[in-house]
């Protein structure tokens, strides 16, 4: 008998579809992302895919994006794409909106939270753009 994970504690693969779905719903519709929403293809369906393979593998269920893509080596990944703190608050506005409405157990929830806030601030690569320069 295997231990339960996060992934089977959310709901399993419908809930992840869902939690993504709903990441994405908020990006489309929310002006405060439009920032990281042109980031993205017009289409989201590729962006969908990725994420929800990723998320199942992350919170323990099947290593769906590892057994297509390799490992995840998401820095890299988003190397490409400038991505400063207003960018991950972004990312994390849409994302713990989309959490949200997942039901599960408030201290899961809590500990998702905090884990994607903090993969979410590895992937930061660029200074804030609001940064004053010093006086010479």
């Not at 990725?50 to 998401?74: A, D, R, T, V």
């Not at 905090?114 to 320069?133: F, G, R, V, Y």
Request: glycine letters at 6%.
């Amino acid at each position: 008998m295997s231990a339960e994970t996060p992934y089977d504690f959310i709901g399993g693969e419908s809930a992840i579809h869902s939690l993504v779905d709903r990441f994405y719903f908020y990006m489309d519709i929310l002006p405060e992302a439009q920032g990281i929403r042109a980031m993205h293809q017009p289409s989201l369906a590729s962006a969908k895919d990725k994420l929800f393979k990723f998320l199942s593998g992350w919170l323990g269920g099947p290593n769906l994006f590892i057994e297509e893509f390799g490992h995840p080596m998401l820095r890299m990944r988003h190397f490409p794409f400038k991505i400063g703190p207003s960018e991950r608050d972004q990312w994390m506005l849409c994302m713990n909106k989309a959490l949200a409405e997942i039901p599960m157990d408030p201290r899961l929830h809590s500990n998702i939270q905090t884990a994607l806030q903090q993969l979410a601030t590895h992937m930061i690569n660029q200074e804030p753009s609001d940064s004053i320069e010093p006086a010479s």
